[in-house]
């Protein structure tokens, strides 16, 4: 019988900082190009782009790590 | 720490005036991915939730990480983060007390001491301890006590969280009651405790990334804490805004309007241990462990994450006061003038440096928090229902399948009564101050009852319910005496110079804990106590606990215990 593994709360975790990451650094990197016209305090340390991007990778790695895996029983 | 940061959605209820932040298209992206996610885990798990064990209990498969930062979330609520980062505004660092003194030695000590007793007892809630410990009758008035205030708390969580979201954002009040009522009905009832618990370890997640840009941001536009310590104490031209203990020596000598007796005794002691030992919606995470090393694990993580706390909600609140280029008020003044408020702190420094889509993260952050507490209470709600009250004495020989039924149905029954609730409390708003108070009336004295359970194997029936009952009364007449003369403070708070409210609620907690104590020992005295051998595995000394076999010393809970236990030591230190 095949099948897969439970979806840990990890890998929801994991899913949600990639989307949101992703989706945060793109709007960084956009605004990049298109600034804002009301600029947030420190805006000249691009936050969205770096927090962003942390985010990303942190959540790419928990999605792999913890992706349902098959398994044949 | 509940009462007070309700308090801010009370206050709140007279400013719904204009709105600090408008979304952009991201905004609302990262709004709706969250409300996916979220219905996807209720129908996703709704499969894994079909005994009562796996419904009201997560099946008890829990790991020592997700009970941990479960049961921390789910006091982690949105309420609770902008009331107290007003707070740190309005009173500076005092602020941090409640949830370092105030929380990490009632959460190491559960761990530690108390939760053995819990899970080796196998019950499904406090209610059901003190039924084993202490019969039916202790066990009737805290079951009827906890459900009637949980639901009704739900829907002043559920009223606050539309409030919030109409002065932040202009939002419309059914608007956001509907759809967040929804969604916490659907996740809730289908996925059960299971749902509930993964939807706080997501939201755990999502207030950190959500708010902790506003901190870092914060010292390095103040040029770190050195410097903002400096500017705070130059700008107020008062010191007591920094420090956590070398004021509280006398009422008059802070902010805040307290004395070092009551934070370290009444906090510290009685209100701390009886939220964070005895209050099911929190032990309820616990309970859900997969092993007892896992349960007793769980608080200890929960300490370190609550350790941390104060760095996304009190430091948002004293960056505030140096870098915010006006001046914060109390409510009734902010209504008159329309000036921005002390509980609007949090909202505030978030538009300051977050701009579109960090700006919906945060306030994704906001709308979980709220969320996950009506769930949390909706959830604590549907199994004392259940198992302590339907389960005891209405429907006593049900089948499995009957229980898990009238589990979903009294979630949605507790979803509906919130929303009335809600609405209730809209039309008048001094019902949400009652609900507050009720709610504090049972916490102090349960923990009196369920700490000399576990603890005295001398305690009687008899000796526990007049106990609980005698604390309750004494609390609720504390309360009612202070609020028809306002002067009796000084009887109660044994100072003329203590401030209404922090104070009182410590001092009244301190007073009705006593009570409950003391009558708890008369009448054990009195009466016949139990044969020890039907308090097997209810107290301490009667029965040997199960051994924990761990590889290595640094494996062991009392060796983390103590490393959290240590750094709380010095993090008071180097504030103090």
Redesign the interface.
């Known amino acids: 019988m095949q099948g897969r593994e439970?979806?840990s709360?990890w890998f929801?975790?994991g899913?949600?900082?990639l989307?949101?990451g992703a989706?945060?650094c793109i709007?960084?990197l956009w605004?990049l190009s298109h600034p804002?016209l009301n600029?947030?305090?420190?805006?000249g340390?691009h936050?969205?782009i770096w927090?962003?991007g942390a985010?990303a990778v942190a959540g790419l790695g928990y999605t792999v790590k913890f992706f349902p895996r098959r398994y044949r029983g | 720490m509940l009462v007070a940061s309700l308090k801010t959605a009370s206050l709140l209820l007279q400013a719904q005036t204009r709105s600090l932040a408008h979304l952009d298209s991201?905004d609302v992206?990262?709004i709706a991915?969250?409300f996916a996610?979220v219905i996807f885990?209720g129908f996703?798990l709704k499969g894994?939730s079909n005994t009562s064990e796996e419904f009201f209990m997560a099946g008890r498969e829990m790991t020592a990480w997700?009970a941990g930062l479960s049961f921390v979330s789910a006091n982690l609520g949105s309420l609770e983060l902008m009331g107290w980062a007003g707070s740190a505004y309005q009173y500076g660092i005092l602020a941090t007390h409640w949830y370092w003194i105030g929380a990490i030695p009632a959460m190491l000590f559960l761990g530690i001491v108390m939760m053995p007793f819990y899970y080796i007892s196998k019950v499904n809630s406090v209610p059901g301890y003190l039924h084993l410990r202490f019969g039916d009758g202790a066990r009737a008035l805290s079951a009827v006590s906890f459900a009637f205030m949980t639901i009704l708390m739900s829907g002043v969580n559920m009223y606050s969280m539309a409030l919030v979201m109409k002065v932040v954002l202009g939002w419309n009040l059914n608007f956001s009651i509907w759809v967040s009522s929804i969604t916490v009905a659907a996740y809730v009832a289908l996925g059960g405790l299971k749902s509930a618990?993964?939807n706080e370890?997501?939201q755990f997640?999502?207030i950190w990334?959500g708010a902790a840009?506003v901190p870092i941001?914060g010292l390095?536009?103040v040029g770190g804490w050195h410097n903002l310590s400096t500017q705070i104490t130059t700008n107020l031209h008062r010191g007591d805004y920094v420090h956590l203990w070398s004021t509280l020596g006398h009422f008059k000598d802070n902010p805040m309007g307290v004395q070092w007796p009551g934070i370290v005794f009444g906090l510290g002691f009685v209100i701390s241990f009886g939220y964070w030992t005895t209050d099911f919606l929190v032990v309820q995470r616990v309970l859900a462990a997969d092993n007892i090393r896992s349960a007793r694990m769980a608080p200890i993580i929960g300490a370190a994450f609550k350790m941390m706390t104060p760095f996304i909600v009190i430091l948002p609140g004293l960056l505030a006061l140096s870098?915010l280029p006006f001046h914060l008020v109390g409510e009734a003044q902010a209504v008159a003038t329309h000036q921005h408020s002390y509980n609007e702190v949090l909202p505030l420094m978030l538009?300051?440096?977050?701009?579109?889509?960090?700006l919906g993260?945060g306030v994704t952050a906001l709308i979980a928090g709220f969320m996950s507490g009506m769930a949390g209470n909706v959830s604590a709600f549907s199994t004392v229902w259940t198992y302590d009250i339907y389960g005891a004495f209405i429907n006593k020989k049900a089948t499995d399948k009957h229980y898990v039924a009238m589990g979903r149905w009294c979630t949605l029954i507790g979803v509906f009564i919130s929303i009335l609730t809600a609405y209730l409390v809209q039309h008048a708003a001094s019902i949400m101050d009652y609900v507050q108070a009720l709610f504090s009336f049972f916490i102090a004295p349960l923990f009196g009852t369920v700490i000399l359970g576990m603890l005295w194997k001398r305690a009687t029936k008899a000796g526990g319910f007049y106990g609980l009952l005698a604390g309750t009364v004494t609390s609720i007449s504390l309360w009612i005496w202070v609020q028809r003369d306002p002067s009796a403070l000084k009887y109660v708070a044994l100072s003329p110079d203590a401030n209404i409210g922090m104070a009182e609620n410590i001092y009244r907690a301190l007073w009705a804990w006593s009570v409950c104590v003391l009558v708890t020992v008369i009448v054990s005295y009195a009466t016949q106590p139990r044969p020890v051998k039907e308090l097997e595995g209810l107290v301490y000394g009667v029965s040997p606990l199960p051994e924990e076999h761990d590889d290595h010393w640094w494996q062991k809970p009392i060796v983390w215990a103590s490393a959290v236990g240590a750094i709380f030591i010095v993090l008071n230190i180097i504030f103090w």
């Open positions: 439970t979806m709360i929801f975790c899913v949600m900082l989307a949101y989706i945060i709007t960084g605004e804002l600029l947030p305090a420190l805006s340390l936050a969205p927090w962003g985010l | 991201v992206l990262v991915i969250y996610i885990i996703y894994s997700i618990i993964y370890v997501l997640v999502l990334v840009l941001l390095i536009e870098v538009v300051r440096y977050c701009g579109p889509g960090l993260m």
